[in-house]
């Protein structure tokens, strides 16, 4: 089974700062790679699929990028709306579809 | 606009069974295939389980193999999740979700088990 891990597993920044969230996948999964932000109490909600895909609505400021085994989410100006908890899923796995463990993003 | 409604989850003792329901609408359900996934109190996102469209193939992640069986009834629009010899551990938000990558997700249903 191919597991993710995610780095770092909680994330102190400022408004204004550039962050970056990275996700490893156990084998490669080429592009097959979503990311999703959730809040608490709240569903998760798609930011980015297909490694750097933008899902409709998602501000620009959200990117991701890689492929194979290593990919990452990056926000350029974090806004106060952005701390939250942020999970990779991988998708190369035809309905086994597991997710990282978690970054939680909190204000420094 | 798609909705995802779950329900059935409650207050179970540990031994027990729970079944829950996901009733979907605003989309072609046999389209589409269909996920649970869970979250326990304070901790990440679990992968359930998950159905194809024509319920031809059902996944389960290694946690709950064994004893929870997805299902889905096309004609009523609706996924289940048969879930027998419950843990404390499988207590937390149940979600039922469209098919990967998904912005549709239920408002999930709480599943405590606990003596």
């Known amino acids: 089974d191919i597991q993710l891990t995610q780095s770092p597993s909680f994330l102190s920044a400022s408004v204004g700062d550039r962050v970056t969230i990275t996700c490893r996948a156990s084998?490669?999964?080429?592009?097959?790679l979503a990311w999703y932000q959730q809040k608490p109490g709240k569903a998760p909600k798609l930011l980015i699929y297909a490694a750097s895909t933008l899902q409709s609505g998602v501000p620009s400021r959200f990117s991701g990028s890689g492929s194979g085994t290593e990919f990452t989410l990056t926000i350029s100006s974090l806004q106060p709306e952005d701390f939250a908890t942020y999970y990779c899923q991988q998708l190369h796995s035809y309905l086994m579809s597991p997710f990282g463990q978690g970054t939680k993003l909190e204000i420094k | 606009e798609v909705q995802l409604v779950e329900s059935g989850g409650g207050l179970v003792k540990p031994g027990g069974s729970l079944r829950l329901s996901c009733a979907a609408s605003?989309?072609?359900?046999?389209?589409?295939?269909m996920n649970w996934v869970r979250q326990a109190p304070g901790k990440g996102l679990e992968w359930v389980s998950s159905?194809?469209?024509?319920?031809?193939?059902?996944y389960y992640a290694d946690s709950v193999k064994g004893r929870f069986t997805i299902s889905r009834d096309n004609a009523k629009n609706s996924l289940y999740l048969q879930m027998n010899s419950l843990r404390a551990e499988d207590t937390g938000v149940y979600y039922c979700?469209?098919?990967?990558?998904?912005?549709?997700w239920g408002q999930g249903t709480l599943v405590t088990v606990s003596s």
């Open positions: 159905i194809s469209s024509g319920s031809d193939y059902m």
């Open positions: 084998q490669g999964i080429s592009s097959f």
């Open positions: 605003g989309f072609t359900f046999s389209s589409y295939s």
């Open positions: 979700t469209q098919q990967f990558p998904t912005d549709f």
